[in-house]
Nanobody, 120 residues
Framework: QVQLVESGGGLVQPGGSLRLSCVASGFNISRVGMSWYRQAPGKERHMVATIARFSTSFDYKDSVKGRFTVSRDNDKNTVFLQMNNLKVEDTAVYYC?????????????WGQGTQVTVSS
């Protein structure tokens, strides 16, 4: 059974930083690319960052390039998202899943997500 557990969100002021973690179980993340997605209120969920199986390539949403960094620890079956210089528009629930911008491997196994609120 696939499970994805996100953590690390919180309330932060503009310009602040957060580091999100996603622990996966039920599958080996080293076999797939992993992505972070986010969903703001009233909007669809979309990809924020993607990391290839062995960290050989990355893809980022344009608006987070230079501010967010995705990484992974395959031994711990965990993916991370370091978010710096956060902006109000980054406010959303953040999720992880196996997949890319255009394809989600486990669409029926989304975790509860972790809320990120950027506000002064």
């Amino acid at each position: 059974q696939v499970q994805l557990v996100e953590s690390g969100g919180g309330l932060v002021q503009p310009g602040g930083s957060l580091r999100l973690s996603c622990v996966a179980s039920g599958f080996n993340i080293s076999r797939v690319g992993m992505s972070w997605y986010r969903q703001a209120p009233g909007k669809e969920r979309h990809m924020v960052a993607t990391i290839a199986r062995f960290s050989t390539s990355f893809d980022y949403k344009d608006s987070v390039k230079g501010r967010f960094t995705v990484s992974r620890d395959n031994d711990k079956n965990t993916v991370f998202l370091q978010m710096n210089n956060l902006k109000v528009e980054d406010t959303a629930v953040y999720y992880c899943n196996a997949g890319t911008k255009d394809f989600v491997v486990y669409p029926d196994s989304w975790g509860q997500g972790t809320q990120v609120t950027v506000s002064s």
